[in-house]
């Protein structure tokens, strides 16, 4: 009779024999396996929540640039939100918490208001290309005798008490529409070098004004708004970086 040949291998085949254990981890390992593990916290968790955003107002002609760059370096935990105001609303978008600091132009009074100096502006007279007042470099007051002076419903200097004459019509609603009318040339506006720049036409030029006083540009908030973050912008307005101590 023809004996029966083994499996090839020789081996026995796994959990083949009756009785022995399955192969791999016991079954408290397994159980280890099993069991949910618990989560490390994140990043996220220990964040702080963000603080509200910051509203800095700003007139025409001021450039708070190179303040709100230095701000998100430095504050990148806090947004910050450039809000345009008019010259005639400086003070109420402070008093009525439409901004939370503004930069703004003198006169600005008021006891509920902290004002911090920034810096002075030149004066300029802004006048028609081809006026005969281009022949100088910069001009004093007596240069503008006779001339028409058109001073804006927007205007922020006030009188300079010089020795000109008013226009034959209505003011002018908006400091650009009075340049545009200077540029045509009829009469000069007198403005802080800035507005000029904003309103800079190639039909117009200006020089500035000796004797004139300059337009005082300040950072202002109200007194009861004097928290971290207005002190860090007004930080920031005097230079101060990041590294350097308080």
Known sequence: MAQKRAPRGGRPRAGGAKGSAPRGKSPASRAKIAAPRAKAPTASAERPAPLPTFRLGALPGTTPGKWIARWRTQRPHQRIELVPVEFADQARALRDGLVDAAICRRPLDGDDLHVV???????????????????????EPQDLEGEVLLTPRDDVLGGLDLPTVPPAFAPLETTEDAIATAATGVGVVVVPMSLARLHHRRDATFRPLVGAPGSAVVLAWLRDRDGEDVQALAGITRGRTARSSR
Do not use: R
Not at 117 to 138: G, N
């Open 117 to 139: 100096a920034l810096y002075d502006e030149t004066t300029v007279v802004v006048m028609a290309a081809d006026s005969h007042l281009t022949a100088a470099d910069e001009l």
